[in-house]
C-alpha cells in the first residue's frame, strides 16, 4: 500500500511539473508576439510565476490559475513590468504596461 501511494504522489509531482513547463512556455510565447505586436522589447526571454491559485473555466471545471510577469522596455533604458494570466492553458488576463489586452 505505502508504495502504491509513494508511486501515486511521485505521478503527481511529474504531471505537475510537466503541466508548470507547459503553461510557462505558453505564458512565454504569447507575452514575446504581444510585445513584438506592440512594438516594445521583450527582455530576459522568459516570466516568472508571481502566484498560483486554483480557478474554475466557463464550464465550471476546476484548473489551475497561473500569473506570471515579465519584463519589457519601449526605449531600451527602463524596464517596465507585464502581466500575464493562465488558467489552465487559456489565457484569461494580459497586461503590457497601459494596455490591457485581455
Do not use: P
Not at 508576439?33 to 516570466?47: I, N
Amino acid at each position: 500500500m505505502t508504495t502504491l501511494l509513494t508511486l501515486l504522489l511521485l505521478a503527481l509531482i511529474a504531471w505537475f511539473w510537466l503541466d508548470s513547463m507547459r503553461a510557462r512556455e505558453i505564458a512565454c510565447g504569447i507575452s514575446k508576439e504581444t510585445c513584438e505586436r506592440l512594438g516594445v522589447q521583450f527582455l530576459d526571454d522568459t516570466v516568472a510565476l508571481q502566484r498560483l491559485r486554483t480557478g474554475r473555466n466557463a464550464a465550471g471545471h476546476l484548473r489551475l490559475l497561473r500569473t506570471y510577469q515579465f519584463e519589457f522596455t519601449d526605449t531600451g533604458a527602463q524596464r517596465s513590468s507585464g502581466v500575464i494570466s493562465l488558467l489552465g492553458i487559456d489565457v484569461v488576463r494580459l497586461v503590457v504596461g497601459a494596455n490591457i489586452i485581455r
